[in-house]
């Protein structure tokens, strides 16, 4: 047996043309592949309509109000130009804190997308 390649790593989002506006107007990532409720981005990270994913999966969408991102997961970022890029998300998104060091010497910043995801973003190490 063969071991399944793993592609990309797929997110629900409550509105897909307001988190591609946050992934990629605000964080400059790129798209690979359009599909109107699909949005796969050239990072290995796709964007799907979370009422449209919920009836592929389910059969119907599920009838939620909480938003789809649950302070579980981390979507990672690395600038080499933290500050000017910190400056530029804060103004637009919100933050769960500013720039600070880890306990293993980088430094990060950590921001929700608009559905709640937790996006950190670090220095290179």
């Not at 050239?42 to 009838?63: D, M, Q, V």
Request: hydrophobic share 45%; glycine share 8%; proline share 5%.
């Amino acid at each position: 047996m063969t071991k399944p390649t793993f592609i990309n790593t797929l997110v629900f989002v409550a509105d897909i043309k307001r988190s591609v506006a946050f992934y990629c107007d605000l964080l400059g990532q790129t798209i690979a592949q359009d599909h109107g409720d699909f949005v796969q981005l050239e990072n290995g990270l796709a964007l799907h309509s979370g009422k449209a994913l919920e009836t592929t999966i389910f059969g119907a969408p599920a009838a939620r109000t909480e938003p789809y991102g649950r302070a579980n997961m981390v979507i990672y970022f690395e600038s080499g130009a933290l500050q000017a890029l910190f400056e530029k998300v804060s103004a637009r998104a919100a933050l769960i804190h500013p720039i600070e060091r880890q306990a293993w010497g980088q430094s990060v910043f950590r921001c929700h997308d608009p559905d709640g995801h937790i996006i950190e973003i670090g220095e290179p190490m």
